[in-house]
C-alpha cells in the first residue's frame, strides 16, 4: 500500500459528527414496535397477569457514537423476556432487537416488508470486466418488523399477536 492509499485511508476513518437523522428514525421505529406490543399484551396488563417496564441502556454504534434506548421488560408470572435493542446499522435490516428469556433466544428484525427469508436480505450481482448488468429497477422499500424463526432456513415471520404470544411462549419456557 503507498502513502497515497494509506493516506486515504486514514483520512476515511477519522471521526465526523454523528448521524442524528439514522438514531433518531432508528429510536422511533423502537418506540413503534414496543407501542405495537403493548396493544397485543393490554387485556393482559390491565388484567395484572403480565407487567411490562422500561430501563434505558446504553448502545455505541459506528457513525452514530453512543446513544441511550429502551430496553423493555415483560414479566409473566415467574417468568421474564427481555427485549433488547441491537441496534440499527446492521447489514440487510433497518432494526434489531433482540428477545431473551429462560428458554432461549429470538431475533425481532426491521426489515424490506416483501423480505420472506434471511436470504432475501443480501443481493450479489457479479460483473465480468468492464460491462456490468442493467440495474433492476427497485420499488421503495417498506419495513416492517418480523420475527426471525430459528429453523435452518431462518424465514420471517410477520409480527402480529399470535406471532408474539408464540415468540413469548417460546422462549420464556425453561
Not at 8 to 19: G, I, L, N, W, Y
Not at 61 to 82: C, L, N, S
Not at 136 to 161: G, M
Request: proline share 3%; glycine share 8%; aromatic share 8%.
Amino acid at each position: 500500500m503507498g502513502t497515497e492509499e494509506f493516506e486515504k485511508f486514514v483520512a476515511s476513518q477519522q471521526v465526523t459528527d454523528p448521524d442524528i437523522e439514522t438514531r433518531d428514525e432508528w429510536l422511533k421505529d423502537l418506540d413503534s414496535l414496543y407501542q405495537r406490543i403493548d396493544g397485543f399484551l393490554e387485556k393482559y396488563i390491565k388484567g395484572g397477569s403480565i407487567s411490562r417496564d422500561f430501563a434505558e441502556i446504553e448502545l455505541t454504534e459506528p457513525g452514530i457514537g453512543a446513544y441511550f434506548a429502551k430496553r423493555m421488560d415483560i414479566k409473566i408470572g415467574r417468568q421474564h423476556v427481555t427485549l433488547v435493542p441491537v441496534g440499527t446499522l446492521l447489514v440487510g435490516c433497518k432494526g434489531r432487537v433482540d428477545a431473551e428469556g429462560s428458554g432461549g433466544r429470538a431475533q425481532i428484525l426491521l426489515v424490506d416488508e416483501r423480505a420472506k427469508s434471511a436470504a432475501d436480505l443480501i443481493k450479489v450481482t457479479v460483473s465480468v470486466g468492464e460491462t456490468r448488468p442493467a440495474a433492476a429497477a427497485q420499488k421503495p422499500r417498506s419495513w416492517a418488523w418480523k420475527i426471525l424463526t430459528n429453523s435452518a432456513q431462518r424465514r420471517f415471520v410477520e409480527l402480529d399477536q399470535k406471532t408474539f404470544f408464540d415468540l413469548l411462549t417460546e422462549i420464556a419456557s425453561a
